[in-house]
């Protein structure tokens, strides 16, 4: 098995740089909360993402530098610790874990940077195409990965509730995705909303349900989980699954207030992924410990 954590020597870390006991409440799960994370490399540190998870970073400590990789590269004297790599290939040489909040098109050149110099890794790009996922499945047998299109707690547990109470809802049950985000985001539907998808499908396999995109087809056809985005004003992310049956109507919805639960997730995600976890592709739900947890009753 690799242990990639065992790279770094913590106990050298000043006190300091320790991780306090608990940083994220509420995303305690089986992250564990004390793991250094040593040298953290971030793809896409100049995006909003980038940002968000250096500021969090700065607020929770239990890290040694950060090393990014950007195309525009920006100077704040404010991050200490900071450096800007030249190419993908260092950034993975020199970091012990990866976040990568950056774009889709970059993938191939991670990919092949990853390859050389595996480290554990959280994936929170979005739009990322099915050819390239099944790259990233390919290189999952020599790292640890999270592909985590959500990394906010509550959109973890929604994606998991959902095929949970999917499997209890009769097969007549209209479906919809209903997703709303700020007017900058680029893909539609949104990561999160195609994982809620998946996990509703997976949850009813045997009854084969597909996934129409764009505007409710009318008449309505059976069988099709509805997707609906709105891409306007300056939402974080808003995610409804909703079974509408000929007398009643559920609703299973989840909002973000701030980005920052995005960064802190991600973080916490790192964690988890640089913790000893094997090679293999996972999901923010088994950083959580979800993915073996049967509903109560
Ligand atoms: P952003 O546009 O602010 O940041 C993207 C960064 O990538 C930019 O700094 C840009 O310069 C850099 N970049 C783009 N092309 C590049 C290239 N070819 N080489 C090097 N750098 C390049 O976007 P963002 O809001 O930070 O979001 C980034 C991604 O994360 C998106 O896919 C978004 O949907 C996703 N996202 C995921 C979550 C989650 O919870 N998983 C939350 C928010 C956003």
Known sequence: MMNHSLNMDHSSIPLEKQAPSSPLPGMTG??????????????????????????ALEKQRG???????????????????????????????????VIDFSVPELFP??????????????????????????????????MAIVVAPNTSLGAIIQRWLAGKLS??????????????????KKDIPSGTANALADALIAAKKDQGLDICAGQT????????????????????????VIWTGTDDRLVLGHTVFSPHIFADGAIALARWVMNGQKPGVYGAEDALGLTNLSCPG
């Open 63 to 97: 890290f040694r530098s950060i090393l990014g990789y950007d195309r525009a590269v920006i100077s704040d004297k404010s991050w200490e610790n900071m450096v800007f790599c030249a190419s993908l290939d260092e950034l993975f040489e020199k970091s012990s874990v």
């Open 30 to 55: 089986v992250i564990p909360p004390t793991v250094c994370l040593g040298h953290v490399g971030i793809i896409g540190l100049s995006g909003r993402m980038g940002q968000r998870i250096v500021s």
């Open 217 to 240: 087809t009318s008449p309505r056809q059976d069988g099709r989980i509805e997707m609906h985005g709105l891409r306007c004003g300056h939402v974080f992310g808003m995610h409804e």
């Open 109 to 142: 050149h991670i990919l092949d940077a990853a390859s050389k110099n595996p480290k554990p890794m959280v994936i929170g790009t979005t739009g990322i195409e099915p050819d390239v996922l099944r790259l990233i499945d390919a290189i999952g047998r020599r």
């Open 167 to 184: 499997q209890f809802l009769p097969h007549s049950y209209d479906i919809d995705i209903v997703e709303h985000h700020h007017r900058y």
